[in-house]
């Protein structure tokens, strides 16, 4: 049985276009998908599931809802992809928006499933699948179209006007400047080595971070620039709406910039889902097999810098710290024992998470989940009470949460279960800890 | 700064300024060399706040808060985005435009140079300015902008109504609509994006978002009766008269003029068409099969694909000849006609073709220094830092602007010179 809450949860993007939903559209959009669409991968993971159902256990919305069986990866696929293949498109406008609650707000396509499936089977995917579907008929969470809506006039995620991002680069320039002398922030310096973006949370609302970066860039003498116009921003939240169209031309546009400044690299910031799309999904879609120049997460940047000696480490943090394991730099990219290479640079005292690495449980924030907004809140919170109990055995006081949609969803988790704890990005203990050669980098916790 | 005809092209080498003496500032930004490369230019920083441009050995008189976008334009004048207190606005050679904006990016020029255009905002609405000459109509939001062949008109993405927070369904009727000279396209849309103008500067296309999943061309706000599964950016024949993009079908990426398709194949991908001088003739960026990447001339791609990333191709002005950057497993290519030049590099810019087609040259990157290419054949001689070379009008002499060992350098070389050595 499906949470009654959440069942009565109200999102105008989703009940609105229901309302209006004719069935022989729903018929003609579910036959265009599942026809032209997807094909033998399709059928070999409808034919392959023997309905096990030990993809359940992997999942933290199952876990985290006493087990109920609605909640397990296998069930949120019956209850879905199945009936559209099975009833061949023939289902009505309320079985649409049950698909969109269950394939926006209760599965984030963290594909922790996949490692648990005998057979392998992405999960995700046929989730995915149904969100495409949902899409194209206009069934979208409401907060979450809009963040698609902005990706698709402004080529970032929260509306930033082309004036504010560069005069926020200015300003965190000047107030990076105060903190350590000589820093920039160079602007569209054709030819240098690394082009660094960023998602738009950060001019947004954490545009410390970006002074944080310059800081440590010029601590590690870096060659790099961040560009002045649209394409700086890498995140993607038309990859989770299934508006793959809008996601390959923010895609185009994030690496057009980069090939325009005859970069050598893209570093990003700390977050997870913009590396999916940056790396896999975004590319894939567009023709690329790989990004047409390399991608670096910013948990590689810093290891490359701290292993490589650019930056040296003054003091450690004291206090007790522990971590999040972001699902697509950690599970899509297996950056964990960077990761934790960092960590114990920068803290005297880190406490693992159990489980950890590949098998560590989702923040239940990424995948386009904390992005249908408040409607879905209370749902999302409830489905990750595993995460509160895993972050909870660790008696840390600080957890590193190299990733945006983590940081935020944790957060959250912490202030619902009422656990103590702070979040933090990386970026912010470096700037702390490091040597910056002019006698700082003292810190006292 | 006359016209190419009038650039000192007397083959020989001159050490144009010393470098050195830039250390005395706190802070050198980013360089920029004129065309003809007797200048080159730099804002430096006197103290926190105080930035002037340094034009060989000279600086500007006025000192600014910050200056950026520093670049000669085409006709030599010398142009950067200043803040005087807390207000922006363009410099052009050391004179700042008299009006003031809250803010001033997003430089572009005519290809003579002539005209200047700026997106500004003011009063928090956001507008655009040409030579001066402010548009006058205020919009939300404008995020890009195209100018007219002649620099004198210009076409912006712009958003005409207010949208309340997380309002969909008023997006969904569309609010975006490009501003020809500030007066918007009547008819709105979703999305648009990729304005450019006709080559006599009448008329103005663009892709145009029709419904969350349809896109088309839309030329003065009027679209073509096809629509596709998306689209990339238009561009003009020569004649004006036909529109030609890169359109996604359901059989794959296909070029299409007019809304009707011009070539018959169907790529994985397709992007940069670009058309031979005499407006006849079609290269484009295609994907082959996934993941390898070529360009097709007039519909038929090259043999030999590469792996990373191919970049934009360009015809040589008599139309016999493209060229195209690429990027195979980790390096650069420059690829002629489908024939990669020996060499690999770090990092490859544009190349440049003799007004006569017979020669091109590129700057290239190797182990940190650059270098020029010419033919195919990189010079010995290697710089710290390198601008991408000029030919002369004869397309005999190569002019190479470099810094070496601290000294900005203006180089012309013979070609029959260099074929000799």
Redesign the interface.
């Known amino acids: 049985m499906a949470d009654i809450e959440d069942a009565r949860v109200e999102d105008a993007g989703i009940d609105q276009a229901v309302d209006k939903l004719e069935p022989a559209r729903i018929e003609a959009v579910i036959r265009r998908v599942l026809g032209a669409g997807c094909g033998a991968r399709l059928k070999v993971y409808l034919q392959t599931c023997v309905h096990c159902g030990l993809c359940a256990d992997a999942c933290h919305t199952y876990l985290s809802r006493d087990r109920d069986p609605d909640f397990a990866p296998v069930a949120k696929v019956k209850e879905t992809i199945w009936e559209m293949v099975k009833r061949q498109g023939r289902v009505s406008p309320e079985f649409i928006k049950k698909c969109a609650r269950i394939a926006y707000t209760e599965c984030g396509a963290c594909r922790r499933c996949s490692m648990y499936c005998p057979f392998g089977i992405d999960i995700a995917y046929l989730i995915m699948l149904v969100r495409r579907i949902c899409a194209l008929l206009g069934v979208v969470p409401v907060y979450l179209q809009d963040t698609v809506n902005s990706h698709a006039a402004t080529s970032n995620q929260m509306w930033v006007q082309p004036d504010d991002w560069i005069d926020t680069l200015i300003w965190q320039e000047e107030d990076a400047a105060d903190e350590l002398e000589g820093v920039r922030i160079p602007l569209d310096r054709e030819g240098a080595d690394i082009m660094y973006s960023v998602i738009a949370p950060e001019p947004k609302i954490l545009a410390q971070l970006i002074a944080n970066m310059a800081v440590i860039m010029k601590v590690a003498g870096v060659d790099w620039t961040m560009p002045s116009l649209d394409g700086w921003d890498n995140s993607n939240m038309a990859m989770y709406s299934g508006d793959f169209e809008v996601m390959g031309r923010v895609e185009r546009l994030h690496w057009e910039r980069a090939l325009q400044l005859k970069v050598k690299r893209v570093v990003m910031g700390e977050c997870g889902h913009a590396y999916r799309g940056a790396v896999y999904d975004g590319p894939k879609w567009l023709g690329w097999s790989k990004p047409p120049i390399p991608m670096v997460h910013a948990v590689e940047f810093y290891y490359e810098l701290l292993r490589e000696g650019r930056i040296k480490i003054a003091r450690k943090i004291k206090e007790p710290v522990t971590v999040q394991d972001p699902c697509n730099i950690v599970r899509g990219r297996g950056l964990h024992h960077k990761l934790r290479y960092i960590i114990n640079e920068l803290c005297e005292d880190f406490r693992d998470v159990s489980p950890r690495f590949e098998h560590n449980y989702c923040c239940a924030a990424g995948g386009g989940v904390i992005n249908c907004g408040p409607p879905w809140k209370l749902s999302r919170l409830k489905s990750n009470r595993v995460k509160a109990e895993q972050l909870a055995a660790t008696d840390a006081h600080l957890v590193v949460t190299p990733c945006h949609n983590c940081h935020s969803g944790i957060e959250d988790i912490i202030g619902y279960y009422g656990l103590g704890m702070h979040v933090t990005f990386i970026n912010e203990l470096l700037v702390k800890c490091m040597d910056r050669g002019d006698g700082s980098g003292e810190v006292e916790r | 700064m006359s016209g190419i005809d009038g650039w000192n092209w007397d083959a020989g080498e001159r050490r144009v300024v010393e470098l050195g003496v830039l250390s005395s500032f706190?802070?050198v930004?980013?360089f920029a060399v004129s065309p003809d490369g007797e200048k080159l230019a730099v804002p430096v920083v006197e103290e926190?706040g105080q930035v002037r441009v340094w034009q060989n050995g000279e600086l500007w008189s006025e000192a600014v808060e910050?200056a950026?976008?520093l670049r000669f334009l085409p006709d030599g004048r010398l142009v950067a985005l200043v803040r005087v207190d807390d207000s922006w606005t363009v410099a052009v050679d050391g004179q700042r435009w008299e009006d003031e904006f809250?803010?001033a990016?997003?430089l572009k020029f005519s290809a003579n140079g002539r005209s200047l255009a700026v997106?500004v905002?003011r009063g928090m609405k956001?507008g655009l300015v040409i030579d001066g000459r402010d548009w006058g109509a205020e919009f939300i939001?404008?995020?890009?902008f195209a100018l007219s062949p002649d620099g004198k008109r210009a076409a912006a993405l712009v958003?005409v109504e207010q949208l309340a927070?997380?309002?969909?369904?008023k997006?969904?009727e569309g609010v975006?609509s490009v501003a020809v000279d500030g007066q918007p396209w009547e008819r709105r849309f979703?999305?648009v994006?990729s304005p450019v103008f006709s080559p006599d500067g009448q008329h103005v296309a663009a892709e145009v978002?029709l419904d969350?999943?349809e896109?088309s061309i839309a030329e003065d706000g009027r679209p073509w009766d096809a629509v596709f599964?998306?689209s990339w950016a238009p561009c003009y024949r020569s004649n004006g008269k036909g529109i030609i993009a890169p359109v996604?079908t359901?059989e794959g990426w296909a070029l299409v003029e007019n809304g009707k398709p011009v070539w018959q194949g169907r790529y994985?991908?397709m992007?940069h068409q670009r058309l031979a001088p005499d407006g006849q003739r079609l290269a484009a960026v295609v994907?082959t099969a996934?993941?390898r990447?070529t360009v097709a001339v007039d519909d038929r791609p090259w043999p030999r694909t590469f792996?990373?990333?191919v970049?934009a191709p360009r015809f040589s002005p008599d139309g016999g000849r493209v060229v195209a950057l690429a990027?195979d497993q980790g390096s650069w290519l420059v690829v002629v006609n489908g024939q990669p030049w020996p060499g690999r590099f770090?990092?490859a810019?544009e190349p440049e073709f003799s007004p006569d087609g017979r020669h091109l040259a590129a700057k290239v990157?190797r182990d940190g220094k650059f270098q020029v290419v010419i033919d195919g054949h990189p010079l010995p001689r290697s710089f710290d830092m390198l601008w991408s070379p000029r030919f002369s009008p004869q397309g005999d002499k190569l002019l190479v602007r470099a810094v070496e060992e601290g000294v900005y350098k203006r180089l012309v070389l013979g070609l029959e010179q260099l074929a000799r050595a």
């Open positions: 706190e802070q930004h980013e926190p910050r950026w976008s809250e803010f990016w997003n997106q905002k956001y939001s404008m995020r890009d958003q927070e997380a309002d969909i369904f997006f969904a975006w979703i999305n994006y978002r969350m999943f896109y599964g998306t996604r359901p994985s991908q992007w994907s996934y993941g990447w792996s990373d990333v970049l990027r770090d990092m810019w990157e």
